[in-house]
């Protein structure tokens, strides 16, 4: 990749912007030296920041706007008064080929909303999701929809499994990702009617796509598949029931380690392997949600992230760009509307 | 409590049945000495295991069948061919006033519906849900429905809410349990129309219940309420997902703590702390789901768990009948019933 990546900011989207984004921008360009930016907001704040930050300066353009989404507002409201907010004016640059990617740490549901107006849904997609990286006792495993969409139809969750696959094929850079539904058994007449008859649709479906089936909620930390493929209440529900366990261990870790002068001392011989753990876990890791669906590349930084989260969630928009992501995308929904509109060929 | 309790065991259920049903009564007998047992199933396999609890034995009636429910049966199935099993007749026993709960670790979809169907529901109760002890940050929470109703509008969740304010306060002893309705936010318009209206009619009742709100994944083990209440659908997900990221954390705590000798050391010197530390997160501590709506106790073991975690099933079902728990649930559900025949006071 020797052609420069240009990538959009929404400088003021997130609880410390625009620092974190500034910041996590110079970070991001330490790893991706071939990186340019585009910053949309508050020049006056803006400015200060990048003078601390020569390099980046040197690669980054600033367009001033002093319209900016807050977190309360609703998408509606977002999308009838928000036309000239940071957010949006980083998302033109997308539609109008001027970057290969936005990001931002604002409001979720004005960015989807947003997203989706300016930028339209690939063909075939009915509605976009939102797509994370969790990790495994294995590895890493994608799920989707975490809260885009809280109710789903059978065909909304087949689209799903389709683009976590293209995902974790391109992204993650798995040969043949396995994707499974979660569901509450993995019986075939276990669960609603939407995961049962997608599970029938995938298992049907001539698509080069390796299907696990059903899946249950302690499958998603074992690793037991690559790709989750949920409705947006249930995964909004697991992603944070997960995140919440996590938090709870390492708390009671952390107590365990004080609880005596024996396990203090006990954590001095054993801190280096603890803080590879901590690191393991590490929230900022694995920032960047990733909104599937659109045509254009949008990563969701967590609103409350540091400078290190954010230059992440940077590298995902960089590695989505890089693999191609939206031509990917776009080939393997073709094939997708051709199998539906063509009926399957009688066999046996 | 002087009075003698019987409980009645379903000897066939679970994968290792009966020798933890037997084992599992054996060590619940010396935690309740006053406790008397009906045991269900075969007699040629539970009575040599008597044998070897002979103080068991002798507070022990073993009845005879040959007949059992299979983890593989459908609810129908169990329902149409299973009235001599183990299951049906240790449950007949609470319906005919013989034995003040029953507990078994077979099929759970068959204990509910035959359940359902040899006790019937409390008065008001449109649908019986699982509940069970999750340990958090602050203590413990109840959740609700685990996995029986995988859709629920909103008048069954605000049963469940009901169903698990008396069962935090009998059985956990909280003076004044805190109610949550697990969503994806804790804003007025998140969600699905079902929790929605539960919301709003549990905010509007009459009924002394301290009603939170909203809350999301991460409050679960955060403890941020004490009953949280969702579908079964949701439920049995997050439950299981919780499971699974601590079971992941522990296998990472473990690997962190063999990946040198120095952490090796450090364990070594920690060892007690970490062993309370696995004690707390012990999943047979807190086995022992309640089918809460029944006009009966029932407590459903895990199936795969051993002779303690039975013991421990049976310790729930004990302090549910020593606390009157299904009169305590029929005088609020006659309050409920009360407050939606009876149109509301208006007020200010």
Redesign the interface.
């Known amino acids: 990749m020797t052609d420069t990546l240009v990538i959009s900011l929404d400088a003021m989207g997130g609880d410390s912007a625009p620092q974190i984004v500034v910041e996590g921008a110079a970070l991001a360009r330490e790893r991706h030296p071939d990186v340019r930016f585009l910053l949309y907001g508050d020049e006056t704040k803006i400015a200060p920041l990048l003078d601390q930050h020569p390099l980046l300066a040197a690669v980054t353009t600033v367009h001033h706007t002093d319209s900016l989404i807050r977190n309360e507002d ?1 998408p509606s409201t977002a999308l009838r008064s928000g036309r000239d907010s940071s957010m949006r004016l980083a998302i033109v640059e997308v539609r109008d080929g001027h970057a290969a990617a936005v990001v931002s740490a604002g409001n979720t549901g004005a960015l989807m909303a947003m997203a989706k107006f300016v930028l339209k849904t690939l063909p075939g997609i009915a509605r976009p999701a939102i797509a994370g990286i969790i ?3 294995r590895a890493e495993t994608a799920m989707l929809d975490l ?1 885009a969409n ?2 789903c139809d059978a065909e909304n969750l087949v689209q799903f499994a389709v683009m976590g696959e293209v995902f974790a094929r391109t992204v993650l850079g798995l040969e043949r990702p396995i994707i499974g539904l ?1 569901n ?1 058994g993995v019986e075939d ?1 276990k ?2 009617e939407a995961v049962r008859e997608a599970a029938a649709i995938l298992r049907e479906t001539r698509l080069p796509i390796v299907f696990k089936g059903f899946i ?7 690793g037991t598949v690559d790709v989750v493929v ?1 409705d ?3 995964g ?18 952390k107590e ?2 004080r ?2 002068w ?2 203090k ?10 803080q ?2 901590r690191t ?2 590490d929230p900022r890791r694995y920032n960047g949600a990733m909104l599937l669906g659109l045509n254009g590349i949008v990563v969701k930084s967590h609103g409350g992230t540091d400078e290190f989260g954010f230059a992440n969630a940077i590298g995902v928009a960089v590695d989505m760009a890089n693999h191609g992501f939206i031509e990917k995308m776009t080939d393997d929904f073709n094939s997708l509307q051709a199998e539906v509109n063509s009926p399957k060929e009688a066999t046996g």
């Open positions: 609703k990790p495994t006792a809260g809280i109710q979660l509450i007449m669960g609603v249950e909620g302690n499958d998603i930390t074992a949920t947006g209440f249930t909004n529900v697991a992603l944070k029931t997960a995140e919440g366990t996590a938090s709870m261990y390492s708390g009671f870790l365990a380690f609880s005596s024996m396990s001392l006990g954590y001095l011989f054993a801190r280096r392997s603890m590879n753990l393991r876990f």
